[in-house]
């Protein structure tokens, strides 16, 4: 049900194509499926359709149809059915994140110019680290970058830095909703020596590349996270001593900037 609509009896089947992860169970679940369809928007899909929502969430095309037009009444969506005016109503009251992204261009600009690396600034999202900002390296011929709205795997620095010091545990049970077991106790491992060191090291089995993660805190809460990518070679946990010493006091300076 979506808006008071009640679902015809396909809706039935669709209804457990669209289960929950435990930790979501007695929650709303008409608003937790919108959710999951909201969250198909990323980088590549600016907006959606009933094709698109019932391949992706396995839907029948009627059911997706009619989020889509929920979706779109209620302002979440356009007409095209792309991010629609609440949002740049909800945007609006985002202060603090619009704060970050007014002061931390420059600092990430040093940190990258010092450090000759790519730097990243990200939020965390539905499924982990969403890319907001990025200041490309200068020097080079060769440029590792991502692209800003890119949501980030689990295992990426910068997701398990906003996760290890995530207030709401549940947050951080939804993220890991679609983990096995084993690999649930992996990043939980991971997480609690993100929290002991305050560093984060990304895990994503790609040879070559890496990246490093450091938090930046609000008066209370971590805010977001900076990151710094480069090549394995001169970007590793063996021996980066310097640039990890300016990523931190990169992300420290944001974070005393965001206290005052």
Do not use: C, K
């Not at 680290?129 to 020097?139: G, K, M, Q, R, S």
């Not at 080079?140 to 295992?155: A, F, N, Q, Y």
């Not at 590793?236 to 992300?251: F, G, K």
């Amino acid at each position: 049900m979506i808006n008071g609509t009640t679902a015809p009896d396909d809706d039935a089947r669709d209804a457990e194509l669209l289960t929950l992860p435990d930790a979501d169970r007695g929650s709303i679940q008409s608003i937790d499926r919108a959710a999951l369809v909201l969250g198909l928007l990323d980088q590549h899909t600016r907006t959606l359709s009933p094709a698109l929502v019932a391949e992706r969430l396995g839907l029948n095309r009627t059911t997706a149809h009619r989020y889509l037009q929920s979706l779109q009444s209620s302002g979440f969506l356009d007409a095209g059915y792309g991010l629609g005016p609440l949002f740049d109503q909800l945007s609006a009251l985002i202060s603090g994140r619009q704060q970050i992204l007014d002061l931390a261009p420059g600092i990430m600009r040093q940190l990258s110019d010092a450090t000759g690396l790519t730097a990243v600034l990200s939020f965390l999202g539905r499924g982990g680290a969403v890319v907001t900002l990025v200041e490309e390296a200068n020097v080079g011929t060769i440029i590792l970058t991502v692209r800003v709205g890119t949501v980030l795997e689990v295992r990426a620095a910068q997701s398990r830095m906003l996760l290890a010091f995530q207030s709401d545990p549940g947050v951080v049970a939804r993220v890991h909703g679609e983990l096995s077991p084993e690999e649930r106790r992996t990043e939980t491992a991971a997480l609690a020596r993100v929290r002991r060191e305050r560093i984060a090291w990304a895990d994503l089995g790609r040879i070559g590349l890496a990246s490093v993660a450091a938090p930046v805190f609000g008066s209370r809460d971590i805010q977001a996270a900076m990151a710094l990518l480069g090549t394995s070679p001169v970007l590793s946990p063996d021996d980066v001593a310097d640039r990890v010493t300016l990523l931190r006091d990169a992300a420290d300076r944001l974070s005393a900037l965001l206290a005052t």
